[in-house]
């Protein structure tokens, strides 16, 4: 810096003196409003954070005056800023529907009516009506998958990674599991089935190749030690070609024939045929117990639909020892997790698909989202600057389901002329609510499957205020 220090001295100190007093600021009717709302303690807070801001501006010399309308300003933002929500919603423009980092699985609206009413009061969570006596949070949701899927019993744990944990403590801790080497996957987040296995006590028993394992593999490696054939759903990978795996009749047959158990991971899992949503290659959990697996595992929060949880179904004798393992009550889900999945299983038994909001993003047809498509890029070329056309593309239905496998849709893809498209993603991103979306090609793509209708006004609006800004 050339100029010398005592050329801002007498500047910044008269400034220094223009600061009102605290006490002062804080009479001021907006402010005075403000602690109304969010009490003396966070105004107070604010207001000196702002003031210190300010000092060291001045002392920077990079202020040159101060008014109490701007220190006002600042310190409404500043107290907003501290009491605002650190979980927003956001709209989720990916097209990706069970989208991990966005939640997975939006409720029904019925699941969200009975969430409420669970969480605002009291319940039977674990009171015998019938009875008058202390009754087991699990009856709430055993009747309907029992109907649904023909499992002797249902078990709700946190989520699925938690199910296969309890599942193998309980049944294989200091005894073996064996696993298809086909079948030795990480699903993201830490999830590792060689991982898991060790962690819950159980010792992992790897049999056969990548892509070729045969029940006389699993039959070689049975022994004393052996209490599980673990099959786990490859998830969010194919192996394809040259492969061979056992069907599942022909491991239980293996697996009873020598009092093993056989525990199946379906992960996504299904509770019905979702064929008509555009899912292949899943089946329904309910084929699994039929074809003989004792415990199998799988997640509310994906193909199901509903909130994030891990369900453990089969037969009573292995669920009931889970259920005993002191380890069930640190992994069990509260009131508003039974809730919530209690009415999303029962939109199943009652055939109502179209109300679970992922099935029902799953099953829009391509020429239903290019007619709302056609409708907002008009709406958004109408702002200077910014040009959105159609072009033809997949969404994907994610959370480690049905890989390879996309939907056809229609999207909006949106450029400005002069902003890149990693500008527009921020930009949007930035915006209240978050637009989130995709970068492909230097252009900013728009899926609006996985955006309601309601929403689309927003994405309008907020590409409105992009203009205004700019
Ligand atoms: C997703 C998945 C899990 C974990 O389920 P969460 O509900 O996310 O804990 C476990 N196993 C498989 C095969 C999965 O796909």
Redesign the pocket.
């Known amino acids: 810096m050339d100029i010398p220090e005592s050329n801002h001295e007498p500047a910044a100190s008269s400034l220094l003196r223009q600061i009102p007093a605290v006490d002062e600021l804080l009479n001021r009717p907006a402010l005075r409003e403000l602690e109304g709302r969010v009490g003396h303690r966070l105004v107070v807070e604010a207001t000196r954070t702002v003031l210190q801001g300010l000092r060291e501006e001045i002392s920077r010399g990079s202020l040159s005056q101060v008014s109490a309308e701007w220190l006002e300003a600042k310190i409404l933002e500043e107290a907003e800023a501290v009491t605002a929500f650190s979980l927003q919603p956001v709209i989720n423009a990916t097209g990706v529907i069970l989208h991990t980092n966005l939640g997975r699985a939006p409720l029904a609206p019925e699941a969200l009516a009975h969430l409420v009413q669970a969480a605002a009061g009291y319940s039977n969570l674990e009171y015998d009506l019938e009875r008058g006596e202390r009754g087991r949070r699990d009856v709430h949701t055993d009747g309907l998958f029992g109907r649904l899927l023909g499992s002797e019993r249902v078990l709700v744990v946190n989520?699925?990674?938690?199910a296969?944990f309890l599942a193998l403590n309980t049944l294989a801790e200091g005894a073996e599991v064996i696993v298809s080497r086909g079948e030795l996957?990480e699903?993201g987040?830490s999830?590792r089935i060689p991982d898991v296995c060790a962690k819950s006590g159980a010792v992992l028993r790897e049999v056969g190749t990548t892509n070729r394992t045969r029940a006389g593999d699993y039959a070689a490696a049975i022994s004393e030690r052996t209490r599980v054939l673990l099959r786990?759903?490859p998830?969010?990978f194919r192996i394809v070609g040259f492969t061979e795996r056992p069907t599942l009749p022909e491991l239980a047959e293996l697996a009873h024939k020598h009092n093993l158990l056989l525990m199946e991971?379906?992960?996504?899992g299904c509770l019905v045929d979702l064929t008509s949503c555009g899912v292949r290659d899943e089946l329904p959990a309910a084929m699994s117990l039929q074809a003989g697996a004792d415990v199998v595992t799988f997640?509310?929060?994906?193909l199901l639909g509903g909130p994030?949880a891990?369900i453990l179904v089969g037969k009573s004798e292995p669920l009931e020892r889970i259920r005993r393992n002191p380890l069930f009550r640190a992994l069990r889900v509260d009131k508003l997790t039974i809730a919530a999945l209690e009415a999303t299983v029962s939109l199943y038994l009652q055939g109502r698909l179209d109300s679970i909001p992922a099935l029902r993003m799953m099953r829009l047809g391509k020429q239903e989202i290019a007619l709302r498509a056609v409708r907002l890029a008009g709406r958004i070329s109408a702002h200077t600057g910014f040009s959105a056309v159609l072009r033809d593309g997949d969404s994907v239905i994610g959370?480690?389901s049905t890989p390879g496998q996309t939907l056809e849709t229609c999207l909006v893809a949106v450029r400005h002329s002069r902003h890149s498209a990693a500008e527009l993603e921020e930009m949007l991103r930035r915006q209240k609510p978050a637009i989130l979306g995709r970068v492909e090609q230097n252009e900013f793509i728009i899926d609006l499957r996985t955006v309601g209708e309601d929403q689309e006004d927003k994405i309008a609006q907020a590409f409105e205020r992009l203009t205004i800004c700019d």
């Open positions: 989520n699925n990674a938690a296969v996957i699903i987040g999830f786990v759903h998830s969010n991971d379906l992960g996504s997640s509310g929060d994906k994030q891990g959370g480690g």
